[in-house]
């Protein structure tokens, strides 16, 4: 008896041990469903593949970024409702025919709380169109508590915007609503390329935070070339969507990859996005 309730009690411990080493797995991913573009994007036929490939997915929480499509996002949000229940967004919603939202979109099989967002007051090109901004959302998993703060920020090549929008997310998401033992996760879109190593490294230091290298082959999120979304023979590859932390020393442990999903189309297979999705398991 004292050795089979030794036994029972070992494999408790066991059983616990195995959810708390369970990661927190999240997706950041730029989907590229642009509002005014649908008829060039493929975006419906896209959605639905998008859709397939979320409900197929293991993500804890699903982020999205250029969720700016109404009719393709509630699409995706209908297909996927049952495995993630919890539906936030897009922020920055607005009445104007000539104004769409930030298509930052978040959905979680997990409840999350916002706590806060940020609407940039700068935009040039066609970022202007958009409500551009940030999002962080706070929640916990496996009674550890964690913030997450999602971005998408000035594309063209405007450095000094983009300086400004990263301040803005520093001092109004994440100063304001730190805490000494929350780890913070911040992923997006950041239209920063990594070989740019003094926009890179300012960015870094605006968050005051830190990225990692991948696990994956992959270490391009905007390919230019091999995109079947954007087939430019002489293009870049570009690394430009990041997940970087903030009190890092509460992670234990994060491994990054970098997801390029694909569909079948006639006979050859098609990028779902112009932009590849970014994967993080993190050990709290």
């Not at 040039?124 to 496996?142: I, M, Q, W």
């Amino acid at each position: 008896m004292k050795y089979r309730f030794l036994f029972l009690l070992f494999m408790t411990y066991q059983s616990l041990q195995a959810i708390e080493q369970q990661p927190l797995r999240v997706l950041s991913w730029n989907i590229y469903l642009l509002p005014v573009l649908s008829l060039f994007n493929d975006n419906q036929s896209r959605a639905k593949a998008i859709a397939d490939q979320i409900v197929e997915s293991n993500y804890d929480v699903v982020v999205f970024q250029e969720a700016f499509s109404a009719t393709n996002r509630r699409h995706i949000a209908r297909k996927i409702k049952e495995k993630y229940p919890f539906q936030y967004g897009p922020v920055n919603q607005g009445r104007s025919l000539h104004r769409t939202n930030s298509g930052l979109w978040v959905v979680s099989r997990i409840p999350l709380t916002m706590l806060g967002s940020v609407r940039f007051t700068e935009a040039t090109g066609f970022d202007a169109v958009a409500r551009k901004g940030a999002v962080l959302f706070e929640g916990v998993f496996n009674g550890k508590k964690f913030q997450l703060v999602t971005t998408h920020l000035q594309a063209d090549g405007r450095e000094g915007i983009r300086e400004r929008q990263l301040d803005a997310i520093n001092r109004q998401l994440l100063e304001q609503f730190h805490e000494v033992n929350v780890p913070q996760l911040i992923c997006g879109d950041f239209n920063i390329d990594k070989n740019d190593s003094e926009t890179y490294e300012g960015m870094l230091r605006l968050l005051n935070a830190k990225d990692g290298d991948f696990s994956s082959g992959l270490i391009y999120s905007y390919d230019e070339r091999g995109n079947t979304l954007l087939r430019k023979p002489d293009g870049r590859k570009k690394l430009i969507d990041y997940f970087l932390l903030r009190n890092d020393e509460l992670i234990h442990r994060i491994e990054r990859k970098i997801r390029a999903f694909q569909r079948m189309v006639g006979e050859e297979l098609h990028h779902l996005s112009d932009h590849h999705a970014l994967e993080a398991e993190i050990h709290l």
